[in-house]
């Protein structure tokens, strides 16, 4: 009996994900184009919108971005939207990501859309699984690349699986982390069972952009010192909520408390949580901060192009710790290393 219940909860849970997913596909704004002066385009963007099955939230839907017209072996991003939002609010960053040769792949977390509605959902599984089931979902689109791959009608190249970026945004830069080795302070308040570690070795480098500060009895700085690979921390002077994180400062400490190495932290000067109306919440009424995604774009291309083994590496890697030549730009605060 308790095995049928479940089963019509997931049931429920897909039918409302689907839902979602046509409501925010209908959404013209969400596919805001930004021209950040970057003018080394290579590619154009293709984009689908599919469903896969999982076993931990039934179906879910993802949207692949991909580069059109070549049948090269190209990179993987799996990127993870905040808490409250959608896998369409940041084609304006990771479309940039896919001219420049990725493949985007994006799920739709169970905590995506209205908070009322994402409330009452994580009260009856509990918060434990809803931040779980964003993990699973990451490592089932990991699962599944092939056939997510097979399924793309326009897309004729081949994505590249076993060294991966996990890239995110808010509460879905924290996912990223998770999946790439930092660990959650569990309430035990989920209904379904968590496995004991979340870690995907396939994942090789995380971009976290305003990864969350601490949370008492949640996150601390115990959270990400088993974060070992190579990070790369965005956040800016701006990013800072009224009633949770009140200085920007406070997203530091997944930089700070990660193992060192690999390790960058980049802060910039009058960017805040969603870039204006660029990422995340595109119906604001802030100017876009055109350059803070310029930055953001140009750096993480470098961090990754360095850190995934391809043909550009070394010049990217001799690029990215140019410190002194990133830090003479008036919108970057802090660059630096650890």
């Known amino acids: 009996m308790v095995k049928k219940r479940i089963n019509m909860f997931l049931v429920v849970i897909s039918f409302l994900m689907i839902l979602i997913a046509f409501v925010v596909a209908l959404n013209p704004s969400s596919f805001k184009r930004v021209d950040t002066g970057l003018n080394e385009t290579i590619f154009e963007v293709g984009f689908e919108d599919i469903f896969i ?76 699984w809803m931040s779980a089931a964003r993990v699973l979902d990451m490592q089932e689109i990991l699962n599944q690349v092939d056939r997510i791959s097979d399924s793309l009608e326009m897309f004729e190249g081949r994505i590249k699986v076993d060294r991966a970026v996990a890239a995110g945004h808010s509460f879905g830069a924290l996912s990223s982390q998770v999946i790439a080795g ?26 976290a952009i305003s990864p969350p500060g601490m949370v008492p009895q949640y996150l601390s700085e115990k959270t990400w010192q088993s974060l070992v690979i ?17 200085d920007y400062r406070e997203h530091f400490v997944s930089y700070n408390s990660a193992q060192p190495g690999d390790n960058y932290l980049l802060v910039l000067d ?45 010049t990217s890697m001799m690029q990215l710790n140019n410190f002194e030549a990133f830090l003479q730009r008036s919108s970057v605060l802090i660059y630096e290393r650890r």
């Open 53 to 128: 099955e999982t076993v931990h939230s039934g179906i879910i839907n993802i949207q692949v971005s991909y580069p059109k017209g070549t049948s090269k072996l190209h990179p993987l991003i799996v990127f993870s939207h905040g808490s409250y939002l959608t896998n369409t609010d940041y084609y304006a960053l990771t479309n940039k990501w896919v001219e420049h040769g990725y493949v985007v792949i994006a799920p739709m977390h169970l905590d995506s859309g209205e908070t009322d509605v994402v409330d009452r959902l994580r009260k009856k599984v509990g918060s434990d």
């Open 182 to 207: 930092a660990s959650l302070e569990t309430q035990g308040n989920s209904i379904y069972p968590i496995p004991e570690t979340l870690k995907d070795d396939r994942i090789v480098a995380v971009v």
């Open 230 to 246: 190579p990070q790369l921390v965005v956040t800016g002077t701006r990013d800072v909520f009224e009633y949770i994180w009140t």
């Open 270 to 314: 009058g960017m805040d949580h969603y870039l204006g109306n660029l990422i995340g919440r595109l119906n604001r009424e802030e100017a876009p901060q055109v350059q803070s995604l310029r930055d953001i774009v140009e750096q993480s291309l470098l961090f990754m192009d360095a850190h995934l083994a391809t043909e550009s590496s070394e």
